[in-house]
């Protein structure tokens, strides 16, 4: 059985950015909704007893509809753990690895916002690891994930509008400044 995942912050962690209401709701109604779908979906089929990242790699050709669920219980998961509290900036190999692959820092935040920014209709943008321990940034629709992909993920925005609508209205703008005050790049790090 697939599980919603207990974080390690309240659900007011985030506010004024995001909200309490939109916490509960995000994680607590649509996350959840997912996850239980997906268990739902997956009872008594060749799907049940795999780990999520085999189901999303089985699923996509087999069962769209289990792929859309279980891509999209692997993104959220993904999300939530991109967040703290005490944001930051990356330090260290990965810091090194930004400015290798971007130039700076700054050119990788304008990037990543540009493609969350312009990315049509719901989706995510991601920061990944392709060959050669390369970063790429790169936008994906609907349920897409690079769990799906031979590139490591590292760090992901949700930029379907349920995740700012609540609190930004139609400024995606603004929800996409705000999320650099609490990126969890302790995590990005250790993927």
């Not at 239980?36 to 087999?62: M, P």
């Not at 279980?70 to 005490?86: D, I, Y």
């Not at 930051?88 to 810091?95: I, K, N």
Request: aromatic share 16%.
């Amino acid at each position: 059985m697939f599980e919603l995942p207990n974080l390690p912050f309240p659900s007011d962690a985030f506010a004024p950015w995001m909200s309490e209401e939109t916490f509960r709701y995000h994680h607590g109604k649509h996350h959840a909704g997912y996850v239980n779908k997906l268990n739902a979906a997956v009872l008594g089929t060749d799907f049940e007893g795999r780990s999520l990242e085999q189901v999303i790699a089985t699923s996509r050709e087999q069962n769209q509809k289990v792929f859309n669920l279980a891509a999209q219980h692997f993104n959220h998961s993904f999300f939530w753990n991109c967040l703290s509290p005490n944001g930051g900036v990356p330090t260290g190999e990965l810091a090194l690895a930004i400015e290798r692959d971007f130039g700076s820092f700054e050119a990788f935040k304008n990037q990543f916002t540009d493609t969350a920014m312009t990315h049509f209709g719901s989706g995510w943008a991601w920061l990944v690891r392709g060959e050669g321990r390369k970063l790429f940034i790169k936008g994906f629709h609907d349920a897409q994930t690079p769990a799906q992909t031979n590139e490591t993920p590292l760090l992901t925005l949700d930029v379907w509008e349920h995740a700012y609508y609540i609190d930004h209205r139609n400024d995606r703008g603004s929800y996409i400044d705000g999320f650099w005050n609490y990126v969890n790049w302790n995590f990005v790090t250790q993927q």
